[in-house]
Every structure is written in structure tokens, then in C-alpha cells.
């Protein structure tokens, strides 16, 4: 199952909602999105700075992934980035793949 690294910052209602809410229910909410969708959150931390939340999730699918990431966005309290994880043993099958791939404006 694909794995995906999810980073956001909250905005000021994003923000007022973690401080009513809480952020273990926040991330029990996020574990049963994943789950009504087949996947599963591995991991989820908050952080301060420029990017308040983390989380790595098991996702069926790359069109899952998409649709998680369209879904938070849509709600205008997060904004984010979604990040396609690769084990070494993934890495090591692409090294092995044979690509033909040419720069631009060379022979």
C-alpha cells in the first residue's frame, strides 16, 4: 500500500478549531477518515513553526491520496502539501528500471 507524508499549517479558523477541539480528538478524527477509506494513519504530530501538523498514512491508492488531499484543502482551515513516500527496497526496483529520458535541448 502506497505511503504518504502529509504536512499542513492550520489558518486562524483552523487554528480556533484545534484549540476548541483538541488535538488528540483532531488526530482520531484523521485515523477514521483513513480508516473508512481503506488506509491507515501511522503516524501524526504537531510541530510549531510554519508547518503546525504532520502525519504519515497508509493510503490504498494514489486517487485515495488525491482525494484526501482535496478534501482538506476544500475545508479552507489547512493548507498543505501530500508527499509520495518510497521505501529503500521501492528505490531499489526504480534504480533497476531502464528510463530513456533526454534533457531538454540535447542530442
Known amino acids: 500500500m502506497p505511503k504518504f507524508m502529509m504536512k499542513g499549517s492550520y489558518n486562524a ?14 488526530r482520531a ?25 504532520y502525519l504519515i498514512a497508509d493510503v490504498p491508492d494514489t486517487t485515495t491520496a488525491a482525494a484526501v488531499t482535496l478534501a482538506i484543502r476544500a475545508s479552507g482551515t489547512i493548507d498543505g502539501e501530500t508527499i509520495m513516500l518510497l521505501s529503500p527496497e521501492e528505490v ?9 529520458y533526454r534533457s531538454p535541448g540535447k542530442s
Open 92 to 100: 531499489d526496483q526504480a534504480a533497476k528500471k531502464s528510463v530513456h
Open 13 to 26: 479558523e483552523g487554528a480556533k478549531g484545534l484549540i476548541k477541539e483538541g488535538g488528540t480528538a483532531r
Open 29 to 53: 478524527t484523521v485515523a477514521e477518515m483513513f480508516g473508512a477509506l481503506g488506509g491507515k494513519l501511522e503516524s501524526f504530530h504537531y510541530a510549531s513553526g510554519g508547518t503546525t501538523v
